[in-house]
């Protein structure tokens, strides 16, 4: 039967029999709070050591808890539990997967029967390696067992009634190093990576998108079904991939040349049918933007019949009828009105501004009469902004000087629990506050105004500067002209005062006559540009319209299509020039 640690003279009878003094027992129980009859102490979870014959082992303790230990009673030996206030004994580092551990301190007539006897309480033991210097190793089955056979560390052992040296002795138990619970470890990490890399490969298989359908190989049956899908809307895009593929793939021979031709065709009609969906996306789109142009410029109204009923109610001869709770929400939803109205003007200014940017460069005379407007426009705004600038400033400026005054009064007067001043204090430095974040919007606001308004400026310098150039050139040519009727040798004169001023745009010359040349209905200024790139990445377009531009007896700009289809194209009249000439 199981002795309580409790009993002091159960106590120190076990201590004089193995030999040694009974240390900090003095009649009292060690631990105070201890109860006798419930077996644990009062406020601290029940601890249960381990019992004989039944192997149970207390879960992991905090070290901050006291553990109690008792006296084990086995059939041969009896094992004493070490003192409770020496520190516990020391252990090594854990090696991986350990299942092995060391026991020292065993009695000299200690038998393996006795050790297997004491510690297969602890769990079931595979091997014991015992020695004749009174240690051995033994290996568990399991990693936890080892944890439970360290439990037992430091306690006495005693062999039957005996008190010989040779059948006592202090147990010592650690990890040991063992090769065969390293290689078992090691082989169930491997195993672990194993299990994780292909869940991770699973998972990754699971997220992949999943592959496309296998293009069946080609065939005069399987081409005569992709011609047929060719020519449905719904299915043309499955049969054009596999078009592509047979094509890629290389079946395309002799015999089937014929075959992939009717496909091609096939495929050929339906850009037409793509050209008219995409103008009536376009379509679309053009109205849902008119539409929403429409709806934010009547919401625009209604926010400025708003903010004119707030300030109409700003005023003096309606202002002083409210109450100060009254004013305060007023100048609020003002001000939060006016923040919304300006947003929404800046959304509508934008769409406005990407429509002016999609104007077409034909258009430059109206775009410059368009600019000056804009430019006035801006300039006027800049002004507005200029003077609600000032005007912010001086309210600013009003409002400090009141709010100082409201300090000065409550500093002589010495009320700090006056609620009325404090509230009006608050009031006046919010509406400070807000005073100041609306003046650095219409700052930056004024800011933005005058880039853009410097821009314009440029834009309209560099348009008077090509105006300039091409009056200059204007008069040059009808100066080589009147030079060229009085001359005696017009060729020659024409020649040498030709407008082409290097070698370079010499060969320019004679590259886009030649391409003009095989294309008689004329080509776009993009389309001769295009052409050039491949000879030339650094060609530049407005340098070729400037140099065909000069050259008015070789090429000539004329306006093709109808509607929206209107282009412009150059065409080459060398010939019809030097007849002129």
Same mark, same amino acid.
């Given at each position: 039967?199981?002795?309580?640690?409790?009993?002091?003279?159960?106590?120190?009878?076990?201590?004089?029999?193995?030999? $040694?003094?009974? @240390? #900090? +027992?003095?009649?009292? /129980? %060690?631990? &105070? =709070?201890?109860?006798?009859?419930?077996?644990?102490?009062?406020?601290?979870?029940?601890?249960?050591?381990? $019992?004989?014959? @039944? #192997? +149970?082992?207390?879960? /992991? %303790?905090? &070290? =901050?808890?006291?553990?109690?230990?008792?006296?084990?009673?086995?059939?041969?030996?009896?094992?004493?539990?070490?003192?409770?206030?020496?520190?516990?004994?020391?252990?090594?580092?854990?090696?991986?997967?350990?299942?092995?551990?060391?026991?020292?301190?065993?009695?000299?007539?200690?038998?393996?029967?006795?050790?297997?006897?004491?510690?297969?309480?602890?769990?079931?033991?595979?091997?014991?390696?015992?020695?004749?210097?009174?240690?051995?190793?033994?290996?568990?089955?399991?990693?936890?067992?080892?944890?439970?056979?360290?439990?037992?560390?430091?306690?006495?052992?005693?062999?039957?009634?005996?008190?010989?040296?040779?059948?006592?002795?202090?147990?010592?138990?650690?990890?040991?190093?063992?090769?065969?619970?390293?290689?078992?470890?090691?082989?169930?990490?491997?195993?672990?990576?194993?299990?994780?890399?292909?869940?991770?490969?699973?998972?990754?298989?699971?997220?992949?998108?999943?592959?496309?359908?296998?293009?069946?190989?080609?065939?005069?049956?399987?081409?005569?079904?992709?011609?047929?899908?060719?020519?449905?809307?719904?299915?043309?895009?499955?049969?054009?991939?596999?078009?592509?593929?047979?094509?890629?793939?290389?079946?395309?021979?002799?015999?089937?040349?014929?075959?992939?031709?009717?496909?091609?065709?096939?495929?050929?009609?339906?850009?037409?049918?793509?050209?008219?969906?995409?103008?009536?996306?376009?379509?679309?789109?053009?109205?849902?933007?008119?539409?929403?142009?429409?709806?934010?410029?009547?919401?625009?109204?209604?926010?400025?019949?708003?903010?004119?009923?707030?300030?109409?109610?700003?005023?003096?001869?309606?202002?002083?009828?409210?109450?100060?709770?009254?004013?305060?929400?007023?100048?609020?939803?003002?001000?939060?009105?006016?923040?919304?109205?300006?947003?929404?003007?800046?959304?509508?200014?934008?769409?406005?501004?990407?429509?002016?940017?999609?104007?077409?460069?034909?258009?430059?005379?109206?775009?410059?009469?368009?600019?000056?407007?804009?430019?006035?426009?801006?300039?006027?705004?800049?002004?507005?902004?200029?003077?609600?600038?000032?005007?912010?400033?001086?309210?600013?400026?009003?409002?400090?000087?009141?709010?100082?005054?409201?300090?000065?009064?409550?500093?002589?007067?010495?009320?700090?629990?006056?609620?009325?001043?404090?509230?009006?204090?608050?009031?006046?430095?919010?509406?400070?506050?807000?005073?100041?974040?609306?003046?650095?919007?219409?700052?930056?606001?004024?800011?933005?105004?005058?880039?853009?308004?410097?821009?314009?400026?440029?834009?309209?310098?560099?348009?008077?500067?090509?105006?300039?150039?091409?009056?200059?050139?204007?008069?040059?040519?009808?100066?080589?002209?009147?030079?060229?009727?009085?001359?005696?040798?017009?060729?020659?004169?024409?020649?040498?005062?030709?407008?082409?001023?290097?070698?370079?745009?010499?060969?320019?010359?004679?590259?886009?006559?030649?391409?003009?040349?095989?294309?008689?209905?004329?080509?776009?200024?993009?389309?001769?540009?295009?052409?050039?790139?491949?000879?030339?990445?650094?060609?530049?377009?407005?340098?070729?319209?400037?140099?065909?531009?000069?050259?008015?007896?070789?090429?000539?700009?004329?306006?093709?299509?109808?509607?929206?289809?209107?282009?412009?194209?150059?065409?080459?009249?060398?010939?019809?020039?030097?007849?002129?000439?």
């Amino acid at each position: 039967m199981t002795l309580p640690i409790s009993d002091p003279t159960a106590w120190a009878t076990a201590m004089n029999n193995l030999g $040694m003094a009974p @240390l #900090g +027992i003095a009649g009292q /129980p %060690i631990l &105070p =709070d201890f109860d006798p009859a419930l077996g644990m102490m009062t406020g601290i979870p029940p601890i249960t050591p381990m $019992m004989p014959g @039944l #192997g +149970i082992v207390p879960p /992991p %303790i905090p &070290p =901050d808890m006291p553990v109690v230990k008792e006296i084990i009673h086995c059939k041969s030996c009896t094992l004493f539990p070490p003192n409770p206030n020496l520190p516990p004994p020391a252990t090594r580092e854990r090696p991986p997967g350990c299942k092995t551990v060391f026991v020292g301190g065993l009695p000299e007539n200690g038998t393996e029967q006795i050790i297997v006897e004491v510690f297969e309480q602890c769990g079931e033991i595979i091997a014991i390696r015992k020695s004749k210097k009174n240690f051995c190793h033994i290996r568990f089955a399991e990693e936890y067992m080892v944890d439970k056979a360290l439990y037992l560390s430091g306690y006495r052992i005693r062999l039957g009634s005996s008190t010989d040296k040779k059948d006592t002795g202090r147990l010592h138990v650690d990890f040991a190093q063992a090769r065969d619970d390293l290689y078992e470890w090691e082989c169930k990490q491997r195993m672990l990576a194993r299990e994780e890399r292909h869940r991770r490969r699973m998972e990754e298989e699971r997220l992949r998108p999943p592959s496309p359908p296998p293009v069946v190989h080609y065939s005069d049956h399987e081409c005569s079904i992709v011609a047929e899908k060719l020519k449905d809307d719904s299915k043309f895009s499955e049969a054009v991939q596999t078009l592509l593929t047979w094509i890629e793939r290389g079946e395309v021979n002799r015999r089937s040349a014929n075959n992939f031709y009717s496909m091609i065709q096939s495929a050929n009609s339906h850009v037409r049918r793509l050209v008219n969906e995409k103008a009536a996306h376009e379509k679309d789109m053009e109205e849902a933007k008119e539409k929403f142009k429409q709806a934010l410029s009547g919401i625009l109204i209604q926010f400025e019949q708003i903010v004119a009923v707030y300030h109409s109610a700003s005023k003096q001869k309606a202002w002083d009828h409210f109450t100060k709770a009254q004013r305060k929400n007023i100048s609020v939803w003002c001000k939060q009105a006016e923040e919304i109205r300006n947003i929404h003007n800046d959304e509508l200014m934008g769409i406005r501004r990407e429509e002016e940017m999609e104007m077409s460069d034909d258009e430059i005379e109206e775009t410059t009469e368009r600019k000056e407007t804009e430019e006035s426009a801006l300039v006027s705004q800049a002004e507005a902004l200029k003077e609600e600038n000032d005007s912010l400033r001086w309210q600013l400026d009003a409002y400090r000087n009141e709010v100082e005054l409201l300090k000065q009064e409550q500093g002589k007067a010495h009320r700090e629990d006056d609620p009325n001043k404090e509230q009006q204090l608050k009031l006046l430095q919010q509406a400070l506050q807000g005073m100041q974040q609306h003046l650095l919007k219409v700052q930056e606001e004024y800011k933005r105004k005058e880039a853009e308004l410097e821009k314009i400026k440029d834009d309209k310098l560099q348009v008077e500067k090509m105006l300039e150039n091409l009056k200059e050139k204007e008069s040059c040519a009808s100066r080589l002209c009147a030079s060229s009727q009085d001359s005696d040798y017009p060729l020659e004169k024409t020649l040498n005062s030709c407008p082409v001023k290097s070698e370079r745009e010499a060969l320019l010359v004679g590259i886009i006559s030649t391409f003009l040349h095989v294309h008689p209905f004329g080509a776009s200024i993009e389309y001769i540009c295009s052409y050039l790139h491949r000879l030339d990445n650094k060609i530049c377009t407005s340098d070729v319209e400037c140099l065909m531009s000069r050259l008015q007896h070789t090429f000539k700009q004329e306006m093709t299509g109808v509607g929206a289809s209107l282009e412009k194209r150059w065409k080459f009249c060398g010939f019809e020039g030097l007849k002129l000439t």
